[in-house]
């Protein structure tokens, strides 16, 4: 797992992340509008801008409990692949 360490706000739902290994890159987020539930209120972009990174979990989060896993944050940035166990379905491997 690779730890998010620093997050700056871009523009709209543009951030840039930059992960503990030195590999950064910009992520809009405005995908995580169309998910709903508990990702919901972070189409209010006052709210929005309101992310932090917990330096105890290098997790990029919100006031309001929503977090979003860095192992995915460092995979939507760089491309590189999921880690297997975010993909293992009942014993077998699905294609990321």
Same mark, same amino acid.
């Given at each position: 797992?690779?730890?998010?360490?620093?997050?700056?706000?871009?523009?709209?739902?543009?951030?840039?992340?930059?992960?503990?290994?030195?590999?950064?890159? /910009?992520?809009?987020?405005?995908?995580?509008?169309?998910?709903?539930?508990?990702?919901? /209120?972070?189409?209010?972009?006052?709210?929005?801008?309101?992310?932090?990174?917990?330096?105890?979990?290098?997790?990029?989060?919100?006031?309001?409990?929503?977090?979003?896993?860095?192992?995915?944050?460092?995979?939507?940035?760089?491309?590189?692949?999921?880690?297997?166990?975010?993909?293992? /379905?009942?014993?077998?491997?699905?294609?990321?």
């Amino acid at each position: 797992m690779v730890d998010v360490i620093d997050a700056t706000y871009i523009d709209g739902y543009v951030l840039e992340l930059k992960f503990e290994n030195g590999k950064k890159g /910009r992520l809009d987020f405005s995908d995580y509008m169309n998910k709903g539930g508990v990702f919901a /209120r972070l189409a209010e972009l006052s709210y929005f801008k309101q992310f932090y990174i917990n330096k105890e979990l290098g997790v990029l989060c919100w006031p309001d409990g929503q977090d979003i896993a860095p192992e995915t944050l460092y995979h939507a940035v760089t491309g590189e692949p999921l880690p297997a166990w975010m993909t293992e /379905r009942e014993g077998t491997l699905t294609k990321s």
